[in-house]
């Protein structure tokens, strides 16, 4: 499929950039293709090399292509959409042909598997010969191979559309790829491709250039405002920035050729004439005229004029896309530690299965971002996810929270009512958080609704149909609570379908991935910091009560200490960390700050301990360090004081000022 333009334009033109037109010959690509495999030295009959990037360097690469992940994420949700059911998946790589996400049917995912179409596997030309990814991105074309098209013969049951994508300057930046059993091959899906690939490069171009002239244009108005129109972005002045494929298209230039134009050059009317004429308050299209003779109409954003400023991709869209990408998908908590990956692999199983999932964990330790990545990796990932913390709500105030209520439902009520969390998340993935924390007599309630999916908001008359995914964790031991009877049995059953525990940072196997994962995350663009030797020995032999959380506000101070490039070193880490650490390292020489010994409920020592106990050691020690200064314990251990003073009942009482 070519892009939809008018007779004239598309009888006067050539292909569109990035698209194979009828003259070329997709043999002739596909020969060149083989010629170039053979040079890079790819055996056909071989079994390829499918073996992946370890994750933590996966994720460095997804960190690294930000800016083409968080559009193409949502745009390839769509396109998979599209394509469900048809034993096919959908695949997003670097320039370089790295996988780093895919979308898949459950069938074909297990088949892909096999031929590892799965991120972090290398497809470029070099790695697998012709394929549709690393044929597609050498050429810088849209392409499909089919079948035996492949060079390799092992992807020989494969059929693959690809299309690169470019970025506003015109470089390529990664590609997307539907890739199927060959035998459901359909000749739409390599448009179906183009055209998602193009949506891609539109929102990264609506999200780009924020202070310049834009122009969108079509022969045809009312193609305007549509994905095929062409977008061309000029400074205040008529110096040419950038243009999607479909304007250069439209003006029968290349990108390369472009930049040595002006608007002036490019339509018969100085940039001053067009910033008149769109400057008004009418956004009716007006008919512009190319040199060529063409006739375009037109709309433009006409910014007010200021200081002009080069643009530069730090530039990020005002606007986030749709929601920030599935950065928090499952695949990318996983960065090594195979308690974590097996977490991660239990959870994927029962995705969209109606099965509730309870995440047990110490604070800290990620299960709301756990919960948050199963929800975007569900089916409901488009309906909202709606976190509750059971702990941190007054209990007066839970009811209404959780189940809304009507106008003049109790005193203090806002005027029109409210909308209860659990009506918000219809449709959606409803997270209790601290659900030991939930008062007994609502605990009842909320059965009630898990079994019947009915709410009745509080003063209500009606019942309201509500379907919620429901995910709920606790760092307390509820079959204790069971058994001093502060929780039901039957709700307990009712939420634990699928139990999974998230470790703690301190039995973490890929630490030190999770600091660099963590490090990277705070540092603006363009800033490198990293971290010394001997302050990840100190990192290593720290037992991190307060988990990742911990580690993340530690970090984030260190960041700022260091400034723009350099090291972490102790001197950037704050006094009270240090102070812990030397009187827990060598208590000999800290006789000021000996480390009290602890008591702790029940036997001591933190291993065989129940969450609680853990939780209640990390605060007392902290408590002790800071002499009973509730802030600075809960700064240390990154929790809120109320967490803390929630707690107090079990803490011994010398403890707390
Ligand atoms: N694997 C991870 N990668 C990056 N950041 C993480 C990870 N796990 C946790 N974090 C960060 O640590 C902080 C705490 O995470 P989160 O709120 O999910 O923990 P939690 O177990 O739900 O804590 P709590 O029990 O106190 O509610 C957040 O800032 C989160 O972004």
Redesign the pocket.
């Given at each position: 499929m070519s892009i939809p333009l008018s007779g004239p334009l598309a009888q006067r033109q050539g292909p569109a950039p990035g698209t194979l037109g009828a003259t070329q010959d997709y043999t002739e690509v596909i020969g060149k293709a083989h010629q170039r495999s053979q040079r890079y030295g790819v055996v056909a009959w071989e079994r390829p090399d499918f073996s992946t990037s370890a994750q933590c360097d996966l994720n460095d690469v997804v960190e690294n292509n930000r800016f083409l992940f968080q559009y193409a994420a949502p745009v390839m949700e769509t396109l998979y959409e599209q394509i469900a059911n048809t034993h096919s998946m959908v695949l997003l790589t670097t320039a370089q042909g790295l996988v780093l996400h895919s979308l898949g049917d459950k069938d074909f995912l297990e088949k892909a598997s096999r031929v590892a179409l799965a991120p972090g596997v290398d497809w470029s030309e070099k790695a697998k010969g012709t394929n549709a990814i690393g044929t597609a991105l050498s050429e810088e074309t849209a392409v499909t191979v089919h079948g035996e098209q492949h060079y390799m013969h092992a992807n020989h049951a494969l059929t693959c559309s690809c299309a690169p994508i470019f970025n506003p300057h015109g470089q390529v930046v990664g590609a997307l790829d539907v890739s199927g059993d060959h035998r459901s091959y359909h000749q739409h899906t390599l448009a179906l491709v183009r055209m998602s690939a193009q949506m891609i490069e539109n929102q990264m171009f609506a999200g780009s250039f924020p202070k310049a002239v834009r122009l969108h244009f079509h022969a045809r108005p009312e193609f305007l405002g549509t994905l095929v129109e062409g977008i061309a972005v000029f400074t205040p002045e008529g110096r040419f920035l950038s243009a999607n494929r479909s304007a250069q298209f439209q003006l029968g230039l290349p990108f390369g050729a472009l930049q040595a134009r002006t608007f002036s050059s490019l339509f018969d009317l100085p940039m001053s004439a067009l910033l008149e004429l769109f400057g008004g308050t009418s956004d009716a299209p007006r008919q512009l005229h190319l040199h060529s003779g063409v006739s375009v109409w037109c709309r433009a954003d006409v910014k007010p004029a200021g200081p002009w400023a080069a643009p530069t991709f730090a530039e990020r869209p005002a606007a986030a896309p749709a929601r920030k990408a599935q950065l928090s998908s499952l695949q990318y908590?996983d960065?090594g530690d195979t308690q974590?990956a097996a977490v991660i692999h239990k959870l994927r199983k029962v995705v969209d299965r109606d099965i509730p999932v309870m995440?047990l964990?110490?604070?800290?330790?990620?299960?709301?971002?756990?919960?948050?990545a199963f929800h975007n990796d569900s089916a409901r990932a488009r309906q909202p996810f709606v976190a509750v913390?059971c702990a941190s709500i007054p209990e007066s105030l839970i009811e209404a929270e959780l189940f809304g209520y009507e106008e003049g439902a109790f005193t203090g009520a806002r005027k029109k009512g409210a909308i209860g969390k659990i009506a918000q998340a219809h449709g959606g993935t409803l997270f209790l958080?601290?659900i030991g924390d939930m008062p007994k007599h609502l605990q009842a309630r909320l059965l009630r609704v898990l079994q019947e999916r009915r709410i009745s908001p509080l003063g209500a008359g009606k019942e309201v149909d509500v379907d919620v995914a429901v995910v709920c964790?606790t760092?307390k031991n509820l079959k204790d609570l069971i058994a001093r009877s502060d929780f039901r049995e039957d709700l307990y059953y009712r939420l634990n379908g699928l139990v999974v525990r998230?470790p703690a940072l301190r039995e973490r196997t890929d630490f030190e991935c999770?600091v660099r994962?963590?490090l990277k995350?705070l540092c603006d663009d363009g800033q490198h910091v990293g971290i010394s030797e001997p302050v990840m020995e100190l990192f290593r032999s720290y037992h991190w009560p307060g988990?990742?959380?911990q580690?993340?506000n530690l970090l984030r101070t260190a960041v700022v200490m260091v400034g723009r490039e350099g090291e972490i070193a102790a001197e950037h880490l704050p006094d009270d960390f240090l102070e812990e650490l030397h009187a827990m390292q060598a208590p000999a020489l800290a006789p000021a700050c000996p480390l009290p010994e602890l008591v702790l409920p029940g036997d001591a020592g933190a291993d065989g301990h129940s969450l609680q106990d853990v939780t209640l050691h990390a605060m007392a020690q902290m408590l002790r360090l800071h002499k009973g200064n509730v802030s600075a314990a809960a700064k240390a251990l990154?929790?809120s004081r109320n967490?803390i003073y929630r707690k107090k009942n079990l803490l011994p009482p010398d403890l707390l000022n």
């Open positions: 908590l960065t974590v995440i964990g110490e604070t800290g330790t990620g299960k709301d971002l756990l919960a948050q913390n958080d601290e964790a760092h998230l999770v994962k963590l995350s988990n990742v959380r580690l993340h990154g929790v967490t």
